[in-house]
C-alpha cells in the first residue's frame, strides 16, 4: 500500500533528518573563526555585516544561487537545487554536505570553498529573514 | 541572347535575332515575350488553396519569387496570407507554434539552400515534437537558365538532403501535375500521425513558365484525404485492459498523448474509472493540473508502480531509470522488478537513423504501435469490462489516498512559492502569479519554450484543464524556439479571446528576436514577459559543474555564458521593433502595474514585452 506521502515530501524528511542529524552530530564555529573572536576587533555588528556581505558574495560568485538562488529559496526545472534558507542548518552540515554532496549536487574542494568562505555563508544564510509562507501571501492564500 | 555570341553563332532556326549591342548600345535587348498571363506558380496556389491552409510564413528568397507573386496577386494575398519573417528560422517556429493551437500545418517558405540552412534547426524542433508542418522551398535546378553569380550559389541538386535526417518526406516535382500530387501527398503525410515536417521543392522555371490554357485544362488538383490514426488491436487492448484492472499500484505517464482537445476527457475518464495517478510530462496538455489524480511533480509513483501505462512517451528509459551527471555517469533502473509495462505510441513508425531523438531503448511488456488518444475509448470500455465489483473498494480507497496526497503536494507548492516572494532579482514563482492575478477567469494559453522558469511555475499554480492551456515542448530543445513558436500560437489564437502568455528565457529571444517585428507588423496580440537572469543559465551550471569535477575555478563559470557587460535592454529592442515594452523591472512592486498596462495593448490586439530580471532559477 504507498504511502500518503508524496515523493517530494519523502524527500524533504529525508533530508531534514540528514541535516538534523549532522548538525546534532558536528562541533561549532571551526577554529579559524574562534580564533578571529579572540583578537581585539571591531564592534560584533560590523564585522557580522562584513561577514553577510562576504558570505552572500561567495555565494554567488562559486555559483551556489545558480541552483539555490540568491536566498537559498532553491529553484525549479533542470539542475535547480532545493531549499536550504531556514531549514535548520547548521555549519557543520553545511560544510559536510558540500564536500560530501548527494545526487546532483557538485562537491567543492577547500581550495573551491574554504573553510572561512563557508563560515561567511552560513552567516549570510543566517543573516536572511525567515520567508513567507502561502498563508502569508493574499495571491498565493487565495488560490490554493 | 548577347551580342558576342550571336556573332559567334548564329541563332538557330525560328529565333529572335539577337541585336548588335555595340551598335546599339544603351537600348533594352527584345524579349521574346514580355508578358506571361498565367505561370505554373499560379497553379501551384491553386493547389494549396485546395489545402485549407491559412498562412505561409516566410523571408523573401528570388527562389520562390514566382510563388510568392502569385499568392500574393493572384491569390489576393488570402487563405494562405503571407507573414513576413526576418529569418527562416522563424519562419519555421511560427509554423511549429502555430501547429499546437490550429492542430493543422501551416507554410513555412524558404529560400533554396541558404534558406534551407537557416531553417534547419527549426525544421529538426518540429520533426523531434513531431508536429505537421509544410516546407515549401524553390530551387534553380536547371543550370541553363540560372543567373550569375547568385543563383549559382543558391542552387542545389538535393535541396531536401540537409534536412532529410528529420523530415518525413520530401519531393522535387518535375512538372505542374507532379506539382498538385505531390503537395497534396506532403499535406497528408504531414498530418498523418506520427505527424511531423514535410518539404516539396518547387523549382523557379516550373514557377515561372508560362501556363496555357490548353496545358492548364489538362491538370488535375486531386482531393486530399487524411489518414485515420492507427488504434490498438482489439487482443492487445484486452490485455492491457486486464493487467490495468488487477494492479495495486497502476500509474499513467502521458508524454506527447494529447493531439485534439478531445485528449484531456478521456484520459481523465480513464483515470478515474483506475483512480490511477497521472504523471503528465507537459510535452503536451495531456490532464488537468487541478485534478486530483495529476501527481506530476511525483515521481517516486514510478518507483513504487505495480504497472505503467505509457502513453506516446518518448523516453520511456528515462521515466524508468534514473543517470546521474557525475563522473562515470552511472544509472539504475527505479522500476520494481515485477513492475509491468504497458506502452501505447507511434514512435516505433516514424524513426530515423542518424539523429537520436528516439532516445534509449527500453522494453514494455505490452507495446501497441498505435495513437493513444484514439486507443483510449476501447480501452476504456475493455477496463470497464474487466474490473470485477471484488475491486471496488481497493479502487476507492487508493483514490482516498491519492486526494489527500494531491492536496498536501499542492500545499507544499505554493508554500515553495512564497519562499522567494519578495526577492529582487524577482522570483519566478512571483512573476508567474503576478500574471496569473490578471488574466485569472479569462482564457488563456502559456506558449513558448517549455523551459522558462516562469512558465514552469505557471503550470504548477495556475489553473490548466483545457487542451489550448499550453503548448508544450519545442521537441529537441533547439534554443531560439520560444518566441517565434509564442507568435505562431498566438496566430492561432485570433479571433477568439485567450490572452497568449510568453514568458521568454532573454538567450532563447536573442537567436531570432526579428519574431517580435513580424507581431508588430502584422499585428499578433502577444504578451512576452522576459525571464531575464542575463545569462544562458544552464549552460553556466553546466560550465560550474565541470570546474567542480576539476576542482578548478567555479567563479569562472560566466565566462561564455553570461549576457552581460554591458546589459541588454530588451524593452528597446522591442521598442525599435514596434513592440510596446517597457523594463528593465528589478522591483517585484512594480510588476502589477506593468503587467496591467502590457495586458491593456495585448487587448487592443498588440504585442507587449516586459523585460524582468529574474532569479536566476
Redesign the interface.
Known amino acids: ?2 504511502s ?9 524528511i529525508a533530508t531534514a533528518i540528514s541535516f538534523a542529524g549532522l548538525c546534532l552530530g558536528m562541533s561549532g564555529l571551526p577554529d579559524g573563526m574562534a580564533r578571529a573572536g579572540a583578537q581585539a576587533t571591531p564592534s560584533p555588528s560590523v564585522e557580522e555585516a562584513a561577514m553577510v556581505a562576504k558570505g552572500r558574495a561567495v555565494f554567488i ?3 551556489c ?7 537559498g ?9 532545493p ?1 536550504i ?1 531556514k531549514i535548520g542548518l547548521n555549519l557543520g552540515a553545511l560544510t559536510y554536505f558540500v564536500r560530501n554532496p548527494v ?2 549536487m ?4 577547500e ?2 570553498l574554504g573553510a572561512k568562505e563557508l563560515a561567511a555563508i552560513q552567516a549570510y544564510l543566517d543573516s536572511l529573514p525567515e ?4 498563508g ?2 493574499p ?2 492564500r487565495a ?2 | 541572347m548577347p551580342a558576342t555570341q550571336a556573332k559567334d553563332h548564329p541563332a538557330p532556326t525560328g529565333a529572335v535575332p539577337a541585336p548588335d549591342m555595340a551598335k546599339e548600345a544603351g537600348d533594352v535587348p527584345q524579349r521574346a515575350k514580355s508578358i506571361v498571363g498565367r505561370s505554373g506558380s499560379d497553379f501551384m496556389v491553386d493547389v494549396i488553396k485546395s489545402l485549407g491552409i491559412d498562412y505561409i510564413a516566410a523571408n523573401p528568397g528570388s527562389s520562390f519569387r514566382g510563388l510568392q507573386e502569385s499568392f500574393i496577386n493572384y491569390g489576393a494575398d488570402k487563405r494562405p496570407q503571407w507573414l513576413t519573417c526576418l529569418h527562416e528560422e522563424t519562419s519555421v517556429a511560427i509554423a511549429h507554434g502555430y501547429s499546437k493551437i490550429a492542430g493543422k500545418p501551416m507554410i513555412a517558405m524558404v529560400h533554396a539552400t541558404v534558406g534551407v540552412q537557416h531553417a534547419s534547426m527549426a525544421i529538426y524542433n518540429a520533426y523531434a515534437d513531431r508536429v505537421p508542418l509544410l516546407i515549401l522551398s524553390g530551387n534553380g535546378l536547371d543550370a541553363n537558365t540560372r543567373r550569375v553569380p547568385v543563383e549559382w550559389a543558391h542552387s542545389v541538386q538535393d535541396n531536401a538532403a540537409m534536412v532529410r535526417d528529420y523530415t518525413k518526406w520530401d519531393d522535387t516535382p518535375a512538372s505542374l501535375q507532379h506539382f498538385a500530387e505531390s503537395q497534396v501527398r506532403a499535406m497528408r503525410l504531414a498530418c498523418a500521425l506520427p505527424c511531423a515536417p514535410v518539404m516539396i521543392t518547387a523549382d523557379m522555371d516550373l514557377q515561372e513558365e508560362e501556363l496555357t490554357p490548353d496545358e492548364e485544362a489538362r491538370l488535375i488538383v486531386p482531393k486530399l484525404s487524411v489518414d485515420r490514426p492507427p488504434q490498438g488491436d482489439e487482443g492487445s487492448v484486452r490485455e492491457a485492459a486486464l493487467l490495468l484492472a488487477a494492479a ?2 497502476p500509474v499513467i505517464v502521458a508524454d506527447r498523448y494529447a493531439h485534439t482537445p478531445a485528449a484531456l476527457p478521456l484520459l481523465v475518464e480513464l483515470a478515474e474509472l483506475l483512480q490511477a495517478p497521472v504523471i503528465d510530462t507537459a510535452t503536451r496538455m495531456n490532464f488537468p493540473n487541478t485534478h486530483y489524480l495529476n ?1 506530476s ?5 514510478i ?2 508502480a505495480d504497472l505503467i501505462l505509457a502513453l506516446e512517451v518518448t523516453d520511456l528509459w528515462g521515466m524508468t531509470h534514473r543517470l ?3 563522473v562515470g555517469r552511472p544509472w539504475q533502473s527505479v522500476t520494481q522488478p515485477e513492475c509491468k509495462i504497458v506502452s501505447i505510441g507511434t514512435g516505433d513508425l516514424l524513426i530515423k537513423a542518424n539523429y537520436q531523438d528516439f532516445q534509449r531503448y527500453a522494453a514494455a511488456d505490452i507495446a501497441m504501435s498505435a495513437d493513444p488518444e484514439a486507443t483510449l475509448p476501447i480501452l476504456i470500455d475493455a477496463v470497464r469490462r474487466a474490473l470485477p465489483a471484488s475491486r471496488r473498494s481497493a479502487i476507492t480507497a487508493r483514490g482516498s ?1 491519492l486526494r ?2 494531491f492536496a ?5 507548492m ?10 529582487s ?1 524577482i ?2 514563482a512571483r512573476l508567474a ?2 500574471v ?2 490578471q488574466i ?1 477567469g479569462q482564457d488563456f494559453t502559456i506558449a513558448g519554450t517549455p ?1 522558462a ?1 516562469p512558465g ?2 505557471a503550470r ?2 495556475w489553473d490548466l484543464d483545457k487542451a489550448h492551456h499550453h503548448t508544450g515542448a519545442s521537441g529537441a530543445a533547439g534554443v531560439g524556439y520560444g518566441l517565434p513558436a509564442a507568435v505562431g500560437s498566438a496566430l492561432a489564437n485570433q479571433g477568439t479571446d485567450r490572452i497568449t502568455v510568453n514568458f521568454q528565457p532573454d538567450g532563447d529571444f536573442l537567436y531570432a528576436p526579428g519574431a517580435l517585428w513580424t507581431a508588430a507588423h502584422h499585428q499578433i496580440p502577444l504578451l512576452t514577459i522576459m525571464h531575464n537572469n542575463r545569462s544562458y ?2 549552460e ?3 560550465l ?2 565541470m ?3 576539476h ?5 569562472r ?1 560566466g565566462i561564455g555564458t553570461d549576457i552581460t557587460d554591458p546589459n541588454i535592454d530588451f524593452a528597446q529592442m522591442a521598442r525599435s521593433m514596434g513592440v510596446y515594452a517597457e523594463g528593465p523591472i528589478n522591483t517585484p512592486a512594480d510588476l502589477r502595474a506593468a503587467i496591467s498596462r502590457a495586458l491593456a495593448v495585448v487587448r487592443k490586439g498588440e504585442p507587449a514585452l516586459l523585460d524582468v530580471i529574474c ?3
Open positions: 500500500m504507498p500518503p506521502m508524496t515523493g517530494r515530501t519523502r524527500f524533504r560568485s562559486v555559483g544561487s545558480s541552483c539555490h538562488g540568491t536566498a529559496q532553491g529553484g525549479v526545472g533542470p539542475m535547480s537545487g531549499r534558507v545526487r546532483l557538485p562537491s567543492y574542494s581550495s573551491q520567508p513567507p509562507t502561502a502569508d501571501v495571491a498565493l488560490h490554493q | 495495486e499500484n501527481h511533480d511525483d515521481r517516486g509513483l518507483a513504487s546521474l551527471d557525475i489516498r489527500q496526497a498536501q503536494n499542492r500545499r507544499e505554493f508554500d515553495a512559492a512564497a519562499v522567494g516572494w519578495n526577492l532579482p522570483h519566478s502569479m503576478e496569473w492575478e485569472k523551459f522558469v514552469v511555475w504548477r499554480l543559465h544552464q553556466r551550471m553546466h560550474q559543474l570546474a567542480n569535477r576542482d578548478r575555478a567555479v567563479d563559470a532569479q536566476a532559477r
